[in-house]
């Protein structure tokens, strides 16, 4: 398995995920939300098909293999909000945080003028 390499942000409205992702398409890459609170960023890059049977290479230092991250979120997500992007082999993942609660006043209170 691939090391993926991520950064974690988290703004006033959301946490946003950055995380490399090697391979050829976009549409191989999987994100999941897994057991309410987890989500995970999958995928594979495998060898190209080489149409000229000759070649042999002389070095290969990209990885090839699958790829896993998971990330455990926190309770104040809403995990029915989460985009993805993923542009120049780097996904963004952006999950939104909940709302907070909006606040009653008591009952009998009064403001001043």
Known sequence: MATTLADVKETK??????????GPRPNM???KIEEDNVLVVSGERKKEKEKDQGIKYLR??????????????????????????????????????????????????????
């Open 13 to 22: 409205d959301a946490y946003v995920f950055v995380v490399d992702v090697p």
């Open 29 to 31: 890459i999987n994100v």
């Open 60 to 113: 290969m230092e990209r990885r090839l293999g699958k790829y896993l991250k998971k990330f455990v979120l926190l309770n104040n997500v809403d995990i029915e909000r989460i985009s993805a992007e993923c542009q120049d082999r780097v996904l963004t993942v952006t999950v939104a945080k909940k709302l907070p609660p909006e606040q009653k006043k008591p009952k009998g209170a009064f403001t001043n003028p």
